[in-house]
């Protein structure tokens, strides 16, 4: 089942996460470019295996994480907080993110990086065009 449209949306509009992961009680964040499997409800993004927030994942893959809009305007703030698994692709999900990662940054084909899946699992909308504090809800069944 899809989320709200507005969630998704919001999502397809946008193309910056914040990536939250924490090992050992010590947490870390990062910013990667994604793009989005709708169907799957899935963040595609880049990374080198040696990256903090790679390893990270390694040890514990659940993490959390925002997609936001930046704006001084509080009727017009957005953004999304999420929770989910990172992994790497498999299979047919391999060739399935790296067409969607190429078809959003066609440049990415001269980078030599690993792919990888943020699987989502819930996701808060906040919404202020809505009414002030609006929230929108999405958990994977």
Not at 47 to 71: Q, Y
Request: with cysteine; proline share 4%.
């Amino acid at each position: 089942m899809l989320p709200d449209k507005r969630i998704v949306d919001f999502i397809i509009k946008h193309h910056v996460l914040t990536l939250a992961t924490s090992v050992l009680d010590k947490p870390w964040c990062a910013n990667c470019f994604y793009a989005f499997l709708k169907d799957d409800m899935t963040l595609v993004f880049t990374s080198e295996k040696n990256t903090h927030h790679i390893s990270d994942s390694m040890k514990n893959p659940e993490v959390a994480g925002s997609i936001v809009l930046e704006t001084m305007i509080v009727g017009k703030i957005q953004g999304i907080q999420f929770t989910g698994i990172v992994e790497e692709p498999r299979d047919q999900m391999v060739k399935k993110a790296r067409q969607a990662y190429l078809k959003r940054f066609p440049y990415a084909v001269l980078m030599d990086t690993t792919l990888w899946l943020l699987k989502l699992k819930t996701i808060k909308m906040t919404d202020n065009r809505l009414g002030f504090g609006k929230k929108l809800i999405y958990t994977k069944q």
